[in-house]
């Protein structure tokens, strides 16, 4: 039978080359390329082409002057090579040359592409770019370093748009909107409070992670005057910088340069980049790069060969195709490698294969195990692939070293996403108590966390806090303002708000696991209350930077919560046997009142024992609390690290709305 096949396939193979192009019977049969090589081997003496189609009948590399406009000046075949590549070297210098590939398919010329292994292009990334990348390297890169990180418990993940960060006339950024504005220090608000990247490093977080910064398709690189919005979920070329948010997009190594110099600056400031990568789809589907290459092979096919669409963008990439695997693998390689980058989040991660993501993991722990991966462990929509494939929030057990958001603890704390209205524990609802628990256990197996009670899990689903993100908001749906006015108790006032917000973050950072914020939360940022803003305009997607000003207790509490957790290591705990070991809940039976003890100088400690309690009672609770002396650090809405009161009381009184935080030595 295995001769009678292989005789079988080994004809209609031929039978397809007789037709000018190569058939497979399935995609796995396709050849594998394993070199490096892919698209474009640039020297001052030869340019070498290489580029995987392995279905083409034909080939051709088309030569242009500039990255835009006019013909091209030169037309190439390239020659059939191994495993399914084509090749060509132009013995001759091509810097400043640009170029895309055209695949036959049968009798069919498909569409220009620049190749999916595309690292520079010019503007809107039609047409592939020949730089030579050492001339983009930004003075003293080569000395460029990540800042030291422990555990990845110690991160504290910063989320912001690149265009948000700086647009606002309020940030006092000349660049706005582009790379560069993460360069700049010295820049004030109109009272003269610090902003950029000054702010950042005064707040104390550790990891700016950026909305796609690669290509995308929805901002036009020629008309930048219009100030189109998006959040650049919509891929075109993923190992391209974005140039929209270049000071000269139709200068290819511009972008190239300016990434640089946003990464080394932001090092300099002691903060590492995260990358938020989008492999799960394209922006195109038909017409896509991608697709341009290989007719279908990088997407997954419904039963009757439609699309399958669980990205809900109309397509999504087939991660455990060997092909797509490498590209995603070396994709993420470069990045932190030519790049410098320090982490990954990957837009809806469930799409893709668990196989998939921990090979990625595996390539980076090569260069830098301290590189850090994380994503959406679901996806948008239904899927072929089969579930206990997926890189899903159930399945992460089964991920190396890859964390995942915590939806359990986002909406026990503010309420419901999908229904605006319904609050959480924050705004004075009972009965979510276990799931702010299994929060405070950073998702991972504990003896005192009732798991039947939890909101959406039923089982820890982590191996480690290290696996886990804590967050109350994000760039989807609402801000944490306007999720918690729109589901606020109808007597609520306006200071009722700023004590659950305040409560809210309170909980995301003293829980185990890893720390996420919204980007101006910290100024109490507001979108007029609009859920989904991935193309609304400046006016709601901005960081008024006044409102540093106007929310000053607000900034201080929010920097008070980071300079507690970066100087204690208790809120900190790298695995789970010690947070089993050292994190106690107290018996409170006060209902949605939560409260632990992390004991014995857990994780190097300075204080002995530290006492949590969080109130999620819209009154003022007592509850009982282990004797001893307590200092109280953190109080009714105050921080002070040096201490706001002590007592050796029993009975604790916690202000409404707000959490109580003390030691003893």
Not at 76 to 95: A, F, H, Q, Y
Not at 605 to 619: H, I, P, Q, S
Request: charged fraction near 25%; include cysteine; hydrophobic fraction near 35%.
């Amino acid at each position: 039978m295995k001769i009678k096949f292989f005789l079988m396939s080994l004809i209609s193979i031929l039978l397809s080359a007789c037709h000018g192009s190569v058939k497979y019977a399935t995609f796995d049969d396709y050849p594998v390329y394993e070199g490096s090589d892919l698209e474009l081997t640039y020297s001052a003496q030869s340019s070498k082409f290489r580029v995987w189609a392995p279905t083409a009948s034909a080939v051709k590399l088309l030569l242009y002057d500039n990255g835009i406009d006019g013909g091209a000046y030169e037309n190439l075949d390239m020659k059939s090579d191994e495993n399914g590549t084509w090749l060509l070297e132009v013995e001759k210098d091509l810097k400043g040359k640009f170029y895309t590939f055209q695949v036959k398919i049968k009798e069919v010329w498909l569409d220009e592409t620049p190749g999916m292994w595309v690292k520079a292009t010019g503007v809107n990334g039609k047409r592939a770019a020949i730089i030579d990348f050492a001339e983009t390297n930004p003075e003293g890169w080569e000395n460029d370093v990540r800042p030291p990180l422990k555990n990845f418990t110690d991160i504290i993940l910063y989320e912001v748009h690149v265009r948000d960060f700086s647009i606002s006339p309020s940030s006092g950024i000349k660049n706005k909107g582009k790379f560069l504005a993460f360069t700049e220090h010295g820049t004030k608000n109109s009272a003269g409070e610090t902003t950029g990247i000054d702010h950042l490093k005064e707040l104390g977080i550790t990891h700016v992670h950026l909305l796609p910064s690669f290509d995308y398709a929805s901002i036009d690189e020629t008309r930048l005057n219009e100030n189109k919005y998006n959040w650049g979920y919509d891929p075109v070329n993923f190992n391209v910088p974005e140039g929209g948010y270049s000071t000269n997009p139709y200068d290819p190594g511009t972008r190239v340069k300016e990434f640089k110099q946003m990464v080394q600056s932001l090092h300099r400031s002691k903060i590492r980049v995260i990358m938020d990568v989008v492999y799960n789809h394209t922006a195109a589907s038909k017409n896509s790069h991608l697709n341009l290459l290989v007719p279908n092979y990088f997407y997954r096919l419904n039963t009757d060969s439609t699309w399958s669409n669980a990205s809900g963008c109309g397509n999504e990439t087939a991660s455990e195709r060997a092909m797509m695997r490498k590209f995603m693998i070396e994709s993420v390689v470069y990045w932190a490698t030519e790049y410098h980058i320090d982490g990954f989040r990957f837009d809806l991660m469930g799409i893709h294969d668990i196989q998939t993501m921990n090979a990625i993991r595996a390539a980076l722990d090569k260069i830098d195990p301290t590189i850090f991966m994380y994503g959406e462990g679901w996806t948008a929509a239904s899927s072929p692939l089969a579930e206990d494939k997926r890189a899903v929030k159930k399945n992460a057990k089964q991920l190396d070293n890859i964390a995942v958001f915590s939806d359990d603890i986002r909406d026990a704390l503010k309420g419901s996403w999908m229904k605006a209205e319904i609050p959480g524990f924050v705004s004075g609802i009972d009965s979510l108590e276990e799931s702010v628990k299994f929060g405070v256990v950073g998702a991972t197996q504990h003896a005192e966390v009732d798991y039947s009670k939890l909101i959406y899990s039923k089982a820890p689903y982590v191996n480690n806090p290290t696996q886990i993100i804590n967050y109350v908001s994000c760039h989807d749906d609402m801000s944490l303002v306007d999720k918690l006015n729109e589901a606020k108790p109808l007597d609520a006032t306006d200071d009722e708000l700023i004590r659950f917000n305040k409560l809210a973050q309170t909980v995301v950072f003293t829980s185990q696991g890893v720390p996420f914020m919204y980007a101006g939360e910290e100024l109490y940022r507001n979108k007029k209350g609009i859920h989904n803003t991935y193309q609304s305009p400046d006016s709601i997607n901005k960081i008024d930077w006044n409102f540093k000003t106007s929310n000053k207790d607000i900034y201080d509490y929010y920097k008070g919560l980071i300079s507690l957790r970066n100087g204690h290591p208790a809120f900190r705990i790298p695995t789970q046997e010690m947070v089993q070991q050292h994190l106690k809940f107290l018996p409170l039976l006060v209902p949605n009142v939560v409260g632990y003890i992390l004991t014995d100088h857990v994780n190097g400690e300075e204080w002995k024992d530290v006492l949590v309690l969080y109130n999620g009672n819209r009154k003022a609770v007592k509850v009982n609390i282990p004797a001893g002396e307590w200092n109280v650090v953190c109080h009714d809405g105050q921080i002070n690290l040096s201490g706001l009161a002590s007592g050796n009381d029993t009975i604790f009184t916690i202000a409404p709305s707000s959490a109580s935080i003390m030691y003893q030595k």
